[in-house]
């Protein structure tokens, strides 16, 4: 029996491979499947030992005649399918980030093959994906058919292991365009620090912080951690932090190895977007507040005097001056 055959969408930033991308591969390599990893807008040679690392068998370096593709959902989409064909891939797994937000429907829609999004675990043999549902209350199992399957999974939700083995590059030209869509120009959001979604260390505000300029305190500890800085919805409709920022069901989902959450009430819209973190530990006065049943490490006292002292002892241990 022919060994299946996986593809896995690798996501760059700044010309590297975001660690997410590394779980992704370590769920997959579980299937017990042929890996193929394809990257669309960078160098796949210099992506070729830190793969190597993690199972892959080929490396797709998928390009146009003009060189790598550039950023445009639909021109992917196609040229995904392109190289699935070519390469007898009946499975794609990428990470639900908003490009994977972007890509993996569109490539889905266009092979009529079901998506399972945001999966914590994926089973190739049965044909099925377990996710979380109705705000983190549940976790369900998802059985799909078809020819092909698409899968997202939740960055961070499988820890990287690392198992050698050899690999190839391969070379895969596509002329595809997009019919309906053209990106004229791309604005990002100035940003500074950790990617939340890629964050081990989260360290996150709510209502407790009170206004903008308090966030400088979270800045200041996420910076010597090593964090990003996360928003409740709360915060976020005050104003106080942007959107990119929103921790929730309406915001972001993470799982990072250890999250703090500093004067946030923890409603269950926010506990689900964050309920699969390795450790949770919460600063707030209220000690009847939500999260205190939702969290390893609970601290009933102001933020504004632990998150100064949590800083100053971490500048002291990593030898910073204060």
């Known amino acids: 029996m022919q060994m299946e055959k996986i593809g896995i969408l690798i996501e760059l930033k700044d010309g590297n491979i975001k660690k997410t991308n590394l779980g992704v591969i370590t769920l997959a390599r579980r299937q017990g499947c042929e890996l193929f990893a394809l990257i669309l807008n960078g160098d796949a040679a210099a992506c070729k030992e830190q793969l190597r690392q993690y199972g892959i068998g080929k490396i797709i370096d998928l390009t146009s005649a003009e060189g790598p593709l550039q950023w445009n959902p639909d021109q992917w989409a196609r040229a995904i399918i392109a190289a699935m064909d070519h390469f007898g891939l009946t499975a794609l797994c990428g990470l639900t980030s908003a490009r994977g937000k972007d890509v993996l429907p569109r490539v889905a829609a266009y092979l009529d093959a079901p998506l399972v999004m945001d999966c914590i675990d994926i089973n190739l043999n049965e044909r099925t994906a377990r996710k979380s549902q109705f705000s983190g209350k549940t ?184």
């Open 139 to 322: 976790i369900a199992t998802f059985k799909v058919d078809g020819n092909h399957f698409i899968f997202g999974i939740r960055p961070n939700a499988i820890e990287a292991r690392p198992k050698p083995s050899e690999v190839e590059v391969v070379s895969f030209q596509t002329d595809v365009e997009s019919n309906g869509l053209v990106v004229k120009e791309i604005k990002q959001q100035a940003h500074s620090g950790v990617d939340l979604t890629e964050a081990d260390i989260i360290i996150s505000g709510g209502r407790g912080m009170e206004n903008p300029e308090n966030f400088e305190i979270l800045f200041d500890c996420a910076r010597v951690m090593g964090a990003a800085v996360g928003a409740s919805r709360a915060a976020v409709d005050a104003g106080w932090a942007p959107h990119t920022m929103q921790v929730g069901q309406t915001g972001a989902t993470v799982s990072p190895k250890v999250y703090i959450a500093c004067g946030i009430s923890g409603s269950v819209q926010h506990f689900a977007g964050m309920k699969t973190s390795g450790m949770i530990i919460a600063v707030n006065t209220d000690s009847e507040a939500s999260i205190t049943k939702n969290c390893d490490y609970f601290i009933v006292e102001d933020l504004f005097e632990i998150v100064p002292i949590l800083t100053r002892q971490l500048k002291s241990f990593v030898g910073e001056e204060q």
